[in-house]
């Protein structure tokens, strides 16, 4: 079983930053792929960056260039630096862990960005 802890949200102004941290725990495989999906109010949950074991990243159209997704292996987490922050990112973030045993996700950190 894999547990996933993420940390980091809050309430910001328009154009400030965050930083989203996820730690992972339980059977983790050496292969496998980590990201952050978001919900916002009323819509659905949809990917904002992923990156695998190797370090291959993948962002939504939406975020390139001001969001920056990273990961320490040895310490099973990924994080997620969030910049130039709009209003439209307000949005529950979910960290997930994807491996051919199956997924996990963590419980959600909100972030709020205030116009």
């Known amino acids: 079983q894999v547990q996933l802890v993420e940390s980091g949200g809050g309430l910001v102004q328009a154009g400030e930053s965050l930083t989203l941290s996820c730690a992972a725990s339980?059977?983790?495989?050496?292969?496998?792929?980590m990201g952050w999906y978001r919900q916002a109010p009323g819509k659905q949950r949809v990917l904002v960056a992923t990156?695998?074991?190797?370090?291959?990243?993948n962002y939504a159209d939406s975020v390139k260039g001001r969001f920056t997704i990273s990961r320490d292996n040895g310490k099973n987490s990924v994080y997620l630096q969030l910049n130039s922050l709009k209003p439209e990112d307000t949005a529950v973030y979910y960290c997930a862990l994807q491996q051919v045993i199956g997924n996990a996700w963590g419980q959600g950190t909100q972030v709020t960005v205030s116009s």
């Open positions: 339980g059977r983790i495989l050496s292969i496998n792929s």
């Open positions: 990156i695998t074991n190797e370090g291959t990243t």
